[in-house]
Protein backbone atom coordinates (compact mmCIF):
# COMPACT_ATOMS: atom_id res chain seq x y z
CA UNK A 1 0.00 0.00 0.00
CA UNK A 2 2.90 2.30 0.64
CA UNK A 3 4.36 1.86 -3.14
CA UNK A 4 1.07 2.27 -3.96
CA UNK A 5 0.23 5.61 -2.12
CA UNK A 6 3.87 6.74 -3.00
CA UNK A 7 3.45 6.40 -7.07
CA UNK A 8 -0.21 7.99 -6.80
CA UNK A 9 1.41 10.99 -5.27
CA UNK A 10 4.18 11.14 -7.94
CA UNK A 11 1.15 10.51 -10.31
CA UNK A 12 -0.26 13.51 -9.49
CA UNK A 13 2.24 15.94 -9.21
CA UNK A 14 3.54 14.77 -12.23
CA UNK A 15 0.16 15.83 -14.33
CA UNK A 16 0.17 18.97 -12.55
CA UNK A 17 3.17 20.15 -13.68
CA UNK A 18 2.63 19.53 -16.98
CA UNK A 19 -1.12 20.81 -16.32
CA UNK A 20 0.90 23.83 -15.93
CA UNK A 21 2.96 23.80 -18.49
CA UNK A 22 0.31 23.11 -21.25
CA UNK A 23 -1.85 25.55 -19.65
CA UNK A 24 -4.01 27.54 -22.01
CA UNK A 25 -3.99 30.44 -19.78
CA UNK A 26 -0.97 33.33 -18.04
CA UNK A 27 0.56 32.17 -14.51
CA UNK A 28 -1.08 34.40 -12.62
CA UNK A 29 -4.48 33.34 -13.56
CA UNK A 30 -3.47 29.60 -13.58
CA UNK A 31 -2.47 30.15 -10.01
CA UNK A 32 -6.23 32.16 -9.32
CA UNK A 33 -7.93 29.11 -11.14
CA UNK A 34 -5.64 26.60 -8.86
CA UNK A 35 -6.22 28.37 -5.46
CA UNK A 36 -10.02 28.43 -6.20
CA UNK A 37 -10.58 24.57 -7.54
CA UNK A 38 -8.16 24.34 -4.54
CA UNK A 39 -10.45 26.33 -2.15
CA UNK A 40 -13.38 24.17 -3.67
CA UNK A 41 -12.11 20.31 -2.69
CA UNK A 42 -11.23 21.59 0.72
CA UNK A 43 -14.86 22.89 1.14
CA UNK A 44 -16.15 19.44 0.03
CA UNK A 45 -13.78 17.88 1.97
CA UNK A 46 -14.96 19.60 5.39
CA UNK A 47 -18.54 18.79 3.94
CA UNK A 48 -17.98 15.11 3.47
CA UNK A 49 -16.48 14.92 6.77
CA UNK A 50 -19.11 16.59 8.13
CA UNK A 51 -21.89 14.60 6.54
CA UNK A 52 -20.07 11.54 7.68
CA UNK A 53 -19.58 12.75 10.94
CA UNK A 54 -23.48 13.22 11.52
CA UNK A 55 -24.10 9.70 10.06
CA UNK A 56 -21.61 8.07 12.94
CA UNK A 57 -23.28 9.79 15.46
CA UNK A 58 -26.10 8.97 14.53
CA UNK A 59 -25.84 5.49 14.14
CA UNK A 60 -23.58 5.92 17.64
CA UNK A 61 -26.49 7.12 19.31
CA UNK A 62 -29.09 4.56 17.31
CA UNK A 63 -26.77 1.56 18.77
CA UNK A 64 -26.73 3.66 22.51
CA UNK A 65 -30.68 3.98 22.37
CA UNK A 66 -31.04 0.11 21.27
CA UNK A 67 -28.35 -1.27 23.91
CA UNK A 68 -30.30 0.85 26.79
CA UNK A 69 -33.38 -0.43 25.71
CA UNK A 70 -31.94 -4.11 26.41
CA UNK A 71 -30.55 -3.67 29.25
CA UNK A 72 -33.72 -1.58 30.98
CA UNK A 73 -35.81 -4.87 30.23
CA UNK A 74 -35.78 -7.46 33.52
Known sequence: MH???KGLLVGAAVGAAVGLLLAPH???ENRQ???RRFE???AA???AAQDQDDR???RFHQQIGRLEKETAQP
Open 56 to 58: LRA
Open 3 to 5: SFL
Open 33 to 35: LAR
Open 45 to 47: GRQ
Open 40 to 42: QAV
Open 26 to 28: KGA
